[in-house]
């Protein structure tokens, strides 16, 4: 298992931690594997991977694949105690997992004969449709970055009629469905502070700061538990920028990098009691901050390739640096302040350094005089060729050509 973990982008190293979190926070075994692959397939689980049933019982395995047809997520109720949330995630499989209804006493589960997930190692965690529906849901935002409502979860049964505990699906669907219609503001926020995040635009960003922010039942309940709450919502909305800064064109990897830097400093701020909200906006201020600069820096190199361009072009022409500015369509301070800290030299030197340049190339290949040289390229006359040639080359033209004639003359 380590094996094919280790070869993982860092991408998905994050994915992993962030199911793992999930896991952890939920108190709900997850597990992970590549789809119709069998024993010989990548699979990993947040608890022990032999112990999980989906992996100590292969056709459970089988039914919950066959359940993630059609790429949305599906609850799976295996018998009238146990239900498994699944969904497909590209060539994977995944499963939310085992869990029991809340209101099961735990010796009927105990006393089930029917090969129930008792391992110790695996929690078989108390939960309704409910929650495990409000997981599922974050899960598949967090891999496919769409919303889906609880409406479109459906629930499935090998003999749905010999589910016991009637009603609680129709209360399920009924709650949801008022559930996600009071979440549209919720939605709409997360939406804008992502499209800010993703086009580094920090005026929104200030914008939507200072605007009331919904309150955490318009966004989604993921838990009982206030801190247990605001800690998930951390964890999700980290992942969630990070993923809209690679769509904003910030460096995947440096972004999620950054992502696991941002979930690591979570973990201990939540261990030593601290909130992590300020640890929340901090994030969003850094990807939205990581995009704009990426952003300039991307405008600023285009702006001085365009320049080298046009100098390129007119090199041998009588060019003056207050030309290349107006032809390219940028001010001159900007275009002056930008080439010389992306290049290191003035626009000025950079056209002389290429002449000279050049230029030795005809010293080397050509007998025209040096002269006649000086004056294509646009020198004002030789002697001042001579002085830029030295600056660069360290030697005269005349000793540059001398010693090229003599080095092909002596292979």
């Known amino acids: 298992?380590?094996?094919?973990?280790?070869?993982?982008?860092?991408?998905?190293?994050?994915?992993?931690?962030?199911?793992?979190?999930?896991?952890?926070?939920?108190?709900?075994?997850?597990?992970?594997?590549?789809?119709?692959?069998?024993?010989?397939?990548?699979?990993?689980?947040?608890?022990?991977?032999?112990?999980?049933?989906?992996?100590?019982?292969?056709?459970?395995?089988?039914?919950?694949?066959?359940?993630?047809?059609?790429?949305?997520?599906?609850?799976?109720?295996?018998?009238?105690?146990?239900?498994?949330?699944?969904?497909?995630?590209?060539?994977?499989?995944?499963?939310?997992?085992?869990?029991?209804?809340?209101?099961?006493?735990?010796?009927?589960?105990?006393?089930?004969?029917?090969?129930?997930?008792?391992?110790?190692?695996?929690?078989?965690?108390?939960?309704?449709?409910?929650?495990?529906?409000?997981?599922?849901?974050?899960?598949?935002?967090?891999?496919?970055?769409?919303?889906?409502?609880?409406?479109?979860?459906?629930?499935?049964?090998?003999?749905?009629?010999?589910?016991?505990?009637?009603?609680?699906?129709e209360e399920y669907q009924l709650d949801q469905s008022e559930h996600d219609r009071d979440h549209q503001d919720g939605r709409n926020y997360e939406q804008e502070l992502l499209r800010a995040v993703e086009q580094g635009d920090t005026d929104l960003l200030k914008e939507l700061m200072n605007r009331p922010a919904p309150q955490f039942d318009q966004i989604g309940a993921l838990s009982e538990e206030k801190s247990k709450e605001n800690e998930y919502l951390a964890v999700s909305l980290i992942t969630l920028v990070t993923r809209a800064a690679v769509a904003g064109g910030a460096p995947a990897e440096t972004a999620h990098q950054l992502g696991d830097v941002y979930l690591k400093r979570l973990g201990k701020a939540v261990l030593r009691g601290e909130p992590p909200t300020f640890l929340s906006f901090s994030a969003i201020l850094a990807f939205t901050e990581m995009v704009r600069r990426t952003r300039e820096e991307k405008s600023e190199r285009s702006c001085v390739e365009a320049c080298k361009a046009y100098i390129e072009k007119h090199l041998r022409h009588n060019l003056e640096v207050g030309e290349i500015a107006p032809a390219i369509g940028i001010s001159r301070s900007y275009l002056s302040r930008i080439f010389h800290q992306t290049e290191g030299i003035t626009i000025q030197q950079f056209i002389q350094r290429e002449r000279c340049h050049h230029a030795a190339r005809m010293l080397l290949y050509s007998n025209y005089p040096i002269s006649q040289i000086a004056q294509y390229f646009g020198f004002s006359s030789q002697s001042y060729f001579g002085v830029c040639f030295q600056h660069w080359y360290g030697v005269s033209p005349n000793a540059y050509r001398q010693a090229g004639q003599q080095n092909s003359a002596h292979p």
């Not at 990548?42 to 039914?63: E, G, I, M, N, V």
């Not at 969904?87 to 997992?97: E, Y």
Request: glycine share 8%; proline share 7%.
């Open 1 to 169: 298992m380590a094996s094919w973990q280790e070869g993982l982008s860092q991408a998905w190293k994050n994915d992993i931690s962030f199911l793992q979190l999930v896991s952890d926070l939920s108190g709900i075994a997850i597990a992970l594997w590549v789809a119709g692959e069998g024993e010989a397939g990548a699979r990993w689980a947040s608890c022990s991977c032999d112990a999980h049933p989906c992996f100590a019982r292969p056709a459970l395995r089988t039914t919950l694949e066959e359940h993630c047809c059609g790429g949305m997520p599906s609850i799976y109720l295996e018998n009238n105690l146990v239900f498994y949330g699944v969904m497909p995630i590209g060539t994977f499989a995944l499963a939310i997992g085992p869990a029991t209804f809340s209101a099961v006493p735990r010796d009927s589960i105990g006393a089930d004969p029917a090969g129930l997930p008792l391992d110790p190692v695996v929690p078989l965690a108390r939960a309704d449709l409910d929650t495990v529906g409000k997981y599922m849901k974050l899960i598949y935002h967090h891999f496919m970055g769409t919303a889906v409502s609880c409406e479109e979860i459906p629930v499935t049964a090998e003999m749905l009629e010999h589910w016991e505990p009637a009603g609680a699906l």
